[in-house]
């Protein structure tokens, strides 16, 4: 359903849930719009991109959905991920060209990824700007990080970097 924000608010502020499910219904929304003769639209779109999540069975359903979106989305942009049945991409993923995630990755926030960028595998990425030819070696966790182009993070003789 497409309508003016305005209609939307004002309409779920007044939808009530007096059914055997004590549920919201969309349908609800379209009659109150039509009942005051309001412009509605509607969209198609897939069935994975509108699920709703009753149990927590759906609930892990949604979220395996949305992982493989975004990865699919970082695939059409040019990433080449080693394994992506291990990986876990969370948020919003922007990545450069040429950019290469080991398996056991995950991606969680808002990450950029620049131009020929490597992660390695078992690696935790959260709300982080890593510049063009970065190399970050297996095991790092980084957080929070806007880094500069050029860089090599690598858990060097130590079993874990994290960077903040």
Known sequence: MCCKKTLLEEAISQVENNNAAGEYYLTDLVEFASAREQKIG???TQE???LGANNKQELGDLYRALVALNIA???RKGAIFKDESTCYVEGPLKVGRDVKIGN???IKGEVILGNNVSIGSNT???NTKIGD????KDFCSIEKVLNQVNYFVSNGAVSYTHLR
């Open 42 to 44: 509607s969209t198609q």
């Open 48 to 50: 994975k991109e509108i």
């Open 73 to 75: 989305s970082a695939k």
């Open 104 to 106: 056991n990755v995950t």
């Open 124 to 126: 935790v990425l959260f």
């Open 133 to 136: 030819e970065t190399v970050v």
